[in-house]
């Protein structure tokens, strides 16, 4: 049977790929230790692979990843959500699969890879969700309307209170999604970033600070570094696995890839922010 290889690192992920002939498909799945539907993938995965055995030169070679881990990874083949499957063969994405059902991941091998030698579809797990909010577009690739990811103004910033007069103590995850909804509100732009602007910790943190800086944008800032209930509670909260992320008046806009497009689409996506219109009469969302 394949072999499944964890990659923990973007030299070995590089190596490998390098080391592939061309004829070779290879699967690639990103995955986080906090989505549960990832576990149902790793358990896919592990069936396929068993169906393949092995060759000289292989037919399929399996990869596994952590998308937050290898964030530069996750963000060159546009993973927003997880699970998330690529395949590329001869370094091009042939197809990529968000979600962890079950018969689309084994189809989607199959049509690049053919079909290995347990062909039994009753022998693989049944589908589970993968993100609360499904992601649309062709592949599996997610929309760009992201605005359902965060409450609007119109919305409570948690869930109502429950009549019981027995607890008195406040759900611990019930006053982490209240202290996130305050934070992604406390400025009218909000970064959630590694590190801060004036020493980003990370690429992309770099990059989403210095366009901000070159539209003039005030913005709000949140180094997650500093503080991991944020960090690991605001990647459910937002169903957004990587950072940086940015809000604009308490809706998510997304990571850097997303504000680039609504930049290419609107250069005046962040005018009313903009620190020109700083004493011109114009009011932004508190």
Same mark, same amino acid.
């Given at each position: 049977? &394949? ?15 390098? &080391? ?24 896919? @995965? ?16 399996? $990869? ?5 881990? @290898? ?16 395949? %590329? ?10 979600? &962890? ?37 062709? !592949? ?13 103004? !119109? ?12 607890? %008195? ?13 305050? $934070? ?14 004036? &020493?980003? %910790?990370?690429? *992309? ?5 210095? $366009? ?10 949140? !180094? ?9 509670? $605001? ?10 992320? @940015? ?25 009313? *922010?903009?620190?020109? !219109? ?9």
């Amino acid at each position: 049977m &394949s072999t499944i290889t964890e990659i923990t690192d973007a030299p070995t992920f590089d190596q490998h790929v390098a &080391s592939l002939p061309p004829s070779t498909l290879l699967a690639i799945s990103f995955h986080t230790p906090w989505a549960a539907p990832c576990a149902q993938m790793a358990l896919i @995965l592990r069936t396929l692979a068993s169906s393949y055995p092995e060759q000289v030169p292989p037919t399929i070679s399996f $990869l596994t990843l952590d998308a937050e881990s @290898l964030h530069e990874i996750s963000e060159s083949y546009g993973v927003t959500a997880v699970p998330f499957l690529v395949l %590329q063969r001869d370094g091009k994405v042939l197809e990529s699969v968000s979600g &962890s059902d079950a018969s689309k991941i084994r189809d989607a091998v199959e049509r690049h890879a053919g079909k290995g030698g347990n062909t039994g579809k009753q022998e693989l797990p049944p589908a589970l969700e993968a993100t609360p909010r499904e992601n649309g577009g062709s !592949n599996g690739q997610a929309t760009k309307d992201l605005s359902g990811y965060a409450p609007n103004g !119109n919305e409570p910033t948690t869930v109502p209170e429950t009549s019981s007069t027995e607890d %008195q103590t406040e759900d611990p995850t019930e006053e982490l999604n209240k202290r996130l909804a305050e $934070l992604v509100k406390a400025a009218p732009v909000m970064l959630f970033m590694k590190g801060t602007p004036s &020493s980003p %910790q990370c690429g *992309f943190s770099r990059t989403l600070v210095g $366009l901000l800086r070159e539209k003039g944008v005030r913005y709000g800032f949140f !180094n997650i570094l500093a503080d991991e209930e944020v960090r690991q509670g $605001l990647k459910i909260f937002s169903t957004w696995p990587t950072f940086p992320q @940015l809000y604009k008046n308490g809706e998510l806009v997304g990571g850097l890839d997303i504000v680039k497009e609504e930049l290419e689409t609107d250069p005046n996506f962040f005018a009313e *922010f903009s620190v020109a !219109n700083k004493g011109k009469g114009k009011t932004t969302a508190p």
